[in-house]
């Protein structure tokens, strides 16, 4: 029962951190748009969060997984 609450903790954090990811890939487009950021600058950032997004995601799966052992154990 637990086990079922930790897995749907980690994924609503996980939507959570993807809708950041969204709204910062929007900020990024809109300031593109803008002019304050050139093509390739727009490109390299929405890469770099992606790559940390990627890396949140990862962390938030070990977390969750480390959780679930933690909680069959006892």
């Known amino acids: 029962e637990l086990t079922k609450v930790v897995k749907k903790m980690g994924e609503d954090t996980k939507v959570a951190v993807r809708n950041l990811r969204r709204d910062a890939n ?3 487009k809109k300031m593109e748009k803008a002019g304050d950021f050139t093509e390739d600058d727009a490109k390299g950032t929405l890469d770099d969060i992606q790559k940390l997004i990627d ?3 990862k962390d938030i799966d070990k977390i ?3 959780k679930e052992q933690e909680i069959l154990e006892v």
Do not use: F, N
Request: hydrophobic fraction near 35%.
């Open 26 to 28: 929007d900020k990024v």
């Open 55 to 57: 890396k949140t995601i």
């Open 64 to 66: 969750v997984e480390e």
